[in-house]
T-cell receptor, first 114, second 114 residues
Framework: DSGVTQTPKHLITATGQRVTLRCSPRSGDLSVYWYQQSLDQGLQFLIQYYNGEERAKGNILERFSAQQFPDLHSELNLSSLELGDSALYFC?????????????FGDGTRLSIL | AQSVAQPEDQVNVAEGNPLTVKCTYSVSGNPYLFWYVQYPNRGLQFLLKYITGDNLVKGSYGFEAEFNKSQTSFHLKKPSALVSDSALYFCAGVDSGGYQKVTFGTGTKLQVIP
């Protein structure tokens, strides 16, 4: 058990809808990362937060947004959903986001767009 | 720009035989390198990392990796493969220092044949 909790585990919705994915980092970790994993794109880094502030941005679409709250949990919001957004979305956390630290991953949210 | 390559989509090895999963990297400075393993329907789990020092790094579950600066490689190895080692393996790397984002390879599926 990594200590990172992601909810929900599965999400099925329709095109054009909006969803929110939630992540609670490992106790003591201040940095949160979001990734998208799909068969054709592999593991894509989306965004990183540290103690409530955005630290790094990757291949995140404008339709997607995220935030980290004062209690350090994070949410990833996906809007105007398209079929191609179907994927596994992972959250990971690390102590303070320095690049020499390993990341600890949750078990992901599987998003299916119908 | 930094990059990490895993040249083999799949590696098959007989149980009890040694295994190697290959990774090469391209970073502008001294790299931090990581190996993660992903089992079906689970998040990535940290196996080991190279930061500096000894070129042979030992990690979890009997895995080790050898850092080779001249060949820009960081291959994952295990002396004797187990069927339970069958999983998806990701190499990851980052240019050392600060808070730069980690780049993941495309993953290598390891199949250990009984």
């Amino acid at each position: 058990d990594s200590g990172v909790t992601q909810t929900p585990k599965h999400l099925i919705t329709a095109t054009g809808q909006r969803v929110t994915l939630r992540c609670s980092p490992r106790s003591g970790d201040l940095s949160v990362y979001w990734y998208q994993q799909s068969l054709d794109q592999g593991l894509q880094f989306l965004i990183q937060y540290y103690n409530g502030e955005e630290r790094a941005k990757g291949n995140i679409l404008e339709r997607f947004s995220a935030q980290q709250f004062p209690d350090l949990h994070s949410e990833l919001n996906l809007s105007s959903l398209e079929l191609g957004d179907s994927a596994l979305y992972f959250c990971a956390s690390s102590v303070d986001g320095i690049s020499n630290q390993p990341q600890h991953f949750g078990d992901g949210t599987r998003l299916s767009i119908l | 720009a930094q990059s990490v390559a895993q040249p083999e989509d799949q590696v098959n090895v007989a149980e009890g035989n040694p295994l190697t999963v290959k990774c090469t990297y391209s970073v502008s400075g001294n790299p931090y390198l990581f190996w993660y393993v992903q089992y079906p329907n689970r998040g990535l789990q940290f196996l080991l990392k190279y930061i500096t020092g000894d070129n042979l790094v030992k990690g979890s579950y009997g895995f080790e990796a050898e850092f080779n600066k001249s060949q820009t490689s960081f291959h994952l190895k295990k002396p004797s493969a187990l069927v339970s080692d069958s999983a998806l393996y990701f190499c990851a790397g980052v240019d050392s220092g600060g808070y730069q984002k980690v780049t993941f390879g495309t993953g290598t599926k390891l199949q250990v044949i009984p």
